[in-house]
C-alpha cells in the first residue's frame, strides 16, 4: 500500500527513521554486518542536542533501544559497526525488521558527533562511485544490501573528510546529584 507520497509504508518508515537521526545513508539490508556489529560502551546514557531533544541509548542484549524525547516509544536497535578507523552507527527496527540507516559517528572533545554526506560532493561522489550499488538519490544516500564491496567504499569515504558534513553534535546529560 502506498502513501500520500507514492512511496510504500517500508520506504517511508526507513525515510522517517533517517530523518529522526539527521542521517541520510539508507540501508535494505545489513547482510553479514549486523551480527559485526557491537555495544560500544561509550554511546550508553542520554545525549542533549542543545535544542532541547534528547537521545538515549540503553543496552539490551547485544544490542542497544534507543529512545527519542520526541518520540513516545523506542523502535530501533542500534549497533556500532567499526570499518578501519571509521565508526558507524546500524540501526534498524526490531519489532518488524524495517530498512535502517547508516550513521558515521566520531566523538570529538567530549562531544558525539554525527555525520551525514556532504550533498555538494553528490556529483564527485557519483562520478568516483556511481556504479558502485550505492545509489544518491535527491536527499539520501541508498544502499539496497551492504556488501564488503560497499564497506570497502564507506572506508575509503569515510576516511575523505569532503564527503561528510556535521549533522548533529550531542553533549552527554549530567546526572543530578
Not at 546514557?45 to 540503553?58: A, C, I, P, Q, Y
Request: a positive charge.
Amino acid at each position: 500500500m502506498n502513501n500520500i507520497l507514492g512511496m510504500n509504508r517500508k520506504k517511508t518508515a526507513a525515510l522517517i527513521l533517517c530523518f529522526l537521526l539527521a542521517a541520510c545513508i539508507i540501508v535494505h539490508d545489513f547482510g553479514e554486518y549486523w551480527g559485526q556489529g557491537y555495544v560500544d560502551p561509550a554511546l550508553a546514557g542520554t545525549w542533549l542536542d542543545g535544542k532541547g531533544n534528547s537521545v538515549t541509548f540503553l543496552k539490551y542484549g547485544d544490542s542497544y533501544k534507543v529512545y527519542y524525547s520526541q518520540r513516545d516509544e523506542e523502535i530501533e536497535a542500534a549497533r556500532t559497526l567499526k570499518l578501519g578507523d571509521a565508526t558507524f552507527l546500524m540501526v534498524k527496527e526490531k519489532k518488524r525488521n524495517l530498512s535502517g540507516s547508516l550513521n558515521l559517528y566520531a566523538f570529538v572533545n567530549g562531544y558525539m558527533v554525527f555525520y551525514v554526506p556532504n550533498s555538494a560532493e553528490r556529483d564527485n561522489f557519483a562520478a568516483n562511485y556511481g556504479d558502485s550499488g550505492i545509489r544518491i538519490n535527491r536527499n539520501s544516500v541508498d544502499i539496497a544490501k551492504l556488501t564488503p564491496e560497499i564497506a570497502a567504499i564507506l572506508l575509503k569515504i569515510a576516511q575523505e573528510p569532503k564527503y561528510w558534513e556535521v549533522s548533529k553534535t550531542y553533549a552527554r546529560a549530567r546526572l543530578e546529584k
